[in-house]
């Protein structure tokens, strides 16, 4: 099992800013892709940001030019470097880890932090 440890949540106002850390460890193998998805109060988990081994991003349209995902795959570590922060990111943000062995994906989901965005 992976075990994945998310930390850099909190309350900020708008125009801010949030770092967002997620470490894997345990059984780990192969790590393909690590990415962020959020899950607002009344809506569905949807997909933030995600940055393949190699470094290809995938970053949703409305984050575009004010989240920055990145990673160490030394560390087993993805962040989330998030600016100009608005009053609609406020979700709860979950890290997610995929790995690829034999043919079958395996998914990791860390226990998710809070971003709050209010004055």
């Known amino acids: 099992q992976v075990q994945l440890v998310e930390s850099g949540g909190g309350l900020v106002q708008p125009g801010g800013s949030l770092r967002l850390s997620c470490a894997a460890s345990g059984s780990i193998f192969s790590i393909n892709v690590m990415g962020w998805y959020r899950q607002a109060p009344g809506k569905q988990r949807e997909l933030v940001a995600a940055?393949?081994?190699?470094?290809?991003?995938n970053v949703k349209d409305s984050v575009k030019g004010r989240f920055t995902i990145s990673r160490d795959n030394a560390k087993n570590t993805v962040y989330l470097q998030m600016n100009s922060l608005k009053p609609e990111d406020t979700a709860v943000y979950y890290c997610?880890?995929?790995?690829?062995?034999?043919?079958?994906?395996?998914?990791?989901w860390g226990q998710g932090t809070r971003v709050t965005v209010s004055s």
């Open positions: 997610n880890v995929i790995q690829l062995r034999s043919g079958l994906r395996y998914d990791s």
């Open positions: 940055i393949s081994s190699g470094g290809s991003t």
